[in-house]
Nanobody
Framework: QVQLVESGGGLVQPGGSLRLPCAAS????????IGWYRQAPGKEREGVSC????????YYTNSVKGRLTVSRDNPKNTVSLQMNSLQPGDAAEYYC?????????????????WGKGTLVTVSS
């Protein structure tokens, strides 16, 4: 069945790194712009990053620029979010989503598929 599955979350100290893969089943991530979102307890969902279907265009919200990098591994049907220099403000449940276009991802418009999330905790 159609699935998006995030993994790689866990507990990391401030300044540490994590890599979050988003793996698809029963559909190709090459057909979609892929967005990363996060939601902390009591907060609204926040768009973090988007990568176009071709991988040629990326977007990052200002708070993560220079620290987070999104990339594609098409043979593995996976999009990964590399997170470096993590800060307490990065702690959240992280979700990936498939959008029809990069513009729809950047502006937070309706996604076709959502993953169930992976929890990132940043604490000393």
């Amino acid at each position: 069945q159609v699935q998006l599955v995030e993994s790689g979350g866990g507990l990391v100290q401030p300044g540490g790194s994590l890599r979050l893969p988003c793996a698809a089943s029963a559909f190709s991530l090459e057909d979609y712009a892929i967005g990363w979102y996060r939601q902390a307890p009591g907060k609204e969902r926040e768009g973090v990053s988007c990568i176009s279907s071709s991988g040629g265009s990326t977007y990052y919200t200002n708070s993560v620029k220079g620290r987070l990098t999104v990339s594609r591994d098409n043979p593995k049907n996976t999009v990964s979010l590399q997170m470096n220099s993590l800060q307490p403000g990065d702690a959240a449940e992280y979700y990936c989503a498939a959008h029809t276009t990069q513009s729809m991802c950047i502006f937070g418009d309706s996604a076709k598929y959502w993953g169930k999330g992976t929890l990132v905790t940043v604490s000393s």
